[in-house]
């Protein structure tokens, strides 16, 4: 791991392209628009980048359509995607502390962070994924004598992603891994809020050989570059992570226009229940904190709502307020920074009001509560857990996507669950029990698309990552996120 002082000197020398990248090669917007891209630890500006909308989107969507008709990359065998993509893992890889740098620089993740979780996961996703596609088969079905079903997957065509700012490089890399990995050509529109690492991506990805036209990248707004994709005829496939409410309008804009399949994965708050016969109190304290305080919180996945057992409520606060102490936000350029910067001015003011909401609705600030860190300097936020939390208050229920835990209790199993599930979200729980058939049942009745039991966020490439309910159904990874991305084809032989 390079030192402060090494990392703040390649922040100094890294490249920052802010153009979109369409056909194979980086322009400014067809209407000349740019927008800044600011630096949430400093408040600088780090470069212009392009501000794309519906005629840059035409432009794309013609350049994607173009290359999959060709078959230059519709039509090369599996193994020959494979070769070019796992290339690309390669040079992410070989570039991968410049990817990490970009990223943190652009939203203010810990350094940290990005070398021990971006960066790498997003490598294996593309390796993963890469490997699989030519060890799957189609099917015969099982008709008459006289006949022969065949059942096969093709590529869907062109897909667009649609990305959010918390994970640059690792969602972008979860949509596009599998997207071209099946044939298609992509259009990605990565959030206004941090577009840098993937324009990079995009330059590695022609250097891969990646064909011209295949994998477009558009920055931009929502409402403008992302509305516009989204309501576009020639798109087949919209996936997409974000908010349910941006969620929602695009399932809207598909309705709108071509019925294109829209997959959602959306916003959560996630449940960890500690139950008193739990193993390793300080191992569930420290990954409470780490479940709510790593990536500033701004994780979609993040346990914002802590419900222990009221027989070791006492205990497991101290070891958790203990635990909290390691995440003050500093620099995300200092490897030993475990909290970073919010990502922007809008984030912050979002997370001091829902501090104030918290203390309104009568929770009691348990630690932190200091909406600005550093007054003038960038966007930091204590660390805050707020005591006396229930259901039926705002702050609770509500994804505030930022470092404030709400900590509540329960008396039995029963209780546990329903608090669990009393959420229009269902992405991820986490469980701390020593009890096997406790760990088992709870995991079954707890309305989520994962869950952890005596851990969190675990997961690799060979599982699903996805929710239910308002967390929307579209699963990232493994072999299901290859379906999202391709037809079913029969065709029926009279013989
Ligand atoms: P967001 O919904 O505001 O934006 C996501 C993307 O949608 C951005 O690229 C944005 O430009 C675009 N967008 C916004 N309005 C649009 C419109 N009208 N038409 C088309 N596109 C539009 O979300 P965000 O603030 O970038 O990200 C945070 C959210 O993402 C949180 O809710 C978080 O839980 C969720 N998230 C979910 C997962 C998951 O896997 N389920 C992972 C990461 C983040």
Avoid at 11 to 26: D, K, N, P, W, Y
Avoid at 156 to 175: D, E, F, Q, R, S
Avoid at 205 to 220: Q, T, W
Avoid at 259 to 283: H, N
């Amino acid at each position: 791991m390079k030192t402060s002082a090494e990392w703040k000197a390649l922040s100094e020398s890294v490249t920052l392209l802010g153009q979109a990248f369409i056909a194979g090669r980086f322009q400014g917007a067809v209407a000349g628009e740019t927008f800044p891209a600011i630096n949430p630890a400093t408040e600088e500006k780090l470069t212009d980048v392009a501000s794309c909308d519906a005629a840059d989107v035409d432009l794309a969507v013609s350049a994607a359509r173009e290359a999959f008709v060709s078959g230059v990359w519709s039509d090369l065998a599996p193994g020959d995607r494979k070769r070019i993509l796992l290339r690309l893992a390669d040079l992410v890889e070989k570039h991968g502390d410049e990817l990490a740098v970009l990223d943190s620089l652009d939203m203010g993740k810990p350094i940290s962070e990005m070398v021990g979780i971006d960066v790498p996961d997003s490598i294996d996703c593309l390796r993963w994924t890469a490997e699989s596609v030519d060890k799957l088969y189609g099917e015969i079905a099982p008709t008459g004598n006289d006949t022969l079903g065949l059942i096969s997957h093709e590529p869907a065509g062109v897909v667009a992603a649609i990305t959010p700012w918390n994970y640059p490089l690792m969602m972008a890399t979860w949509k596009i891994a599998p997207a071209l990995a099946a044939g298609n050509s992509v259009i990605l529109k990565p959030s206004e809020k941090s577009a840098l690492s993937v324009l990079r991506l995009a330059e590695l990805a022609k250097e891969a050989g990646i064909p011209d036209g295949v994998f477009n990248v558009l920055p931009g707004f929502g409402h403008t570059a992302g509305k516009a994709l989204a309501l576009h005829n020639d798109v087949n496939v919209l996936a997409f992570t974000g908010s349910s409410r941006v969620g929602g309008l695009l399932m809207e804009y598909a309705g709108q226009s071509n019925l294109k399949r829209v997959w959602i994965e959306a916003g959560g708050k996630s449940p960890m229940l500690v139950f008193e016969d739990c193993e390793d109190i300080q191992k569930a304290a420290s990954t409470a904190a780490a479940a709510i305080f790593s990536n500033q919180g701004e994780v979609c996945i993040a346990c914002s709502r802590l419900y222990v057992q009221s027989s070791i409520r006492e205990r497991f606060m101290g070891a958790l307020l203990e635990a909290a102490k390691a995440y003050q936000p500093r620099d995300p350029l200092d490897p030993d920074t475990r909290m970073g910067a919010l990502v922007d001015k809008a984030q912050l003011e979002t997370v001091a009001r829902y501090i104030q909401l918290a203390i309104d609705e009568g929770g009691q600030v348990l630690t932190g509560g200091v909406p600005e860190a550093v007054p003038g300097q960038g966007y930091f936020v204590e660390p805050t857990i707020i005591g006396d939390a229930h259901n039926g208050m705002r702050f609770v229920q509500e994804e505030i996507f930022g470092p404030v835990l709400a900590m509540g209790e329960f008396s039995d199993e029963a209780e546990a669950i329903q608090l669990a599930n009393d959420n229009r979200y269902g992405l991820g729980a986490s469980v701390w029990t020593g009890n096997l058939s406790r760990a088992h049942r709870v995991s079954r009745k707890i309305q989520s698309g994962m869950v952890w039991v005596n851990g969190w966020g675990g997961g690799d490439s060979t599982m699903p990552f996805g929710g239910v309910k308002a967390s929307g159904y579209g699963r990232d990874k493994s072999l299901h996120a290859l379906e999202k991305y391709t037809d079913l084809k029969t065709v029926w032989i009279s013989l």
